[in-house]
Each structure stands twice: as C-alpha cells, then as structure tokens.
C-alpha cells in the first residue's frame, strides 16, 4: 500500500522557520504533482504550494516569498521550507501526491498531518 509519511513540524516562534518532509513509500510506479495543503480547526483545507514531475513550483496567496516546495532527485520525497513564519500559518500540514502504483491505478494519496504552530 502507498504511504505518505509527513514530519518536521512543530512548535516555532513568529518569525522562525521550519522545513517540512513528506516521504512516499509503497508500490509505485511513478509520482505526478506533489502538493502541500494545510487545515486550521474550523476552516477549509487550503492549497499552499505545489512542484510538478518537471520541477515547476508554485506557492499560494499569502506564503508566497516566504515558502519554498522542492523534490528529492528521487522524487518520492517532497519538503516544503517554511520562513518568516506567521501565528496564521498555524495548521495541520498535509501532503498531497498524485501517485500511478503498480497496479496502474492513479489516485492522489495524503498523510496523516504534520502540527506546526507558530506562536510566542
């Protein structure tokens, strides 16, 4: 089965930074788009930033210039490093991937959530 493992975060004063890993396992084929989402207690999920298979990136609304998505030369690992962090940004941190197994089913899989909370 396909797994998507996520870890790195944490408790980070206003200001600081964080790096956040999602690692994935199982049996795959190929890994598409690789996505980072967050979810606050009473809100929707949100995307925030996005890295296709040709390494194209793309940060969402209010991270962008602060938050940087990047692959491993594997391409089974996606990290998204986090700076000049905010008390907003505080969320459950969730990775996406767009994953064909080996069975030649295609789906999009998530991990169970990284806390990251940023606060003084």
């Known amino acids: 089965q396909v797994q998507l493992v996520e870890s790195g975060g944490g408790l980070v004063l206003p200001g600081g930074s964080l790096r956040l890993s999602c690692a994935a396992s199982?049996?795959?084929?190929?890994?598409?788009?690789m996505d980072w989402y967050r979810q606050s207690p009473g809100k929707q999920r949100e995307l925030v930033a996005s890295i296709t298979g040709g390494g194209s990136t793309d940060d969402e609304g209010s991270v962008k210039g602060r938050f940087t998505i990047s692959r491993d030369n594997a391409k089974t690992t996606v990290y998204l490093q986090m700076n000049s962090l905010k008390p907003e940004d505080t969320a459950v941190y969730y990775c996406n991937a767009d994953i064909l197994t080996g069975g030649w089913i295609r789906k999009d899989y998530w991990g169970q959530g990284t806390q990251v909370t940023v606060s003084s």
């Open positions: 199982g049996n795959i084929l190929s890994i598409n788009a």
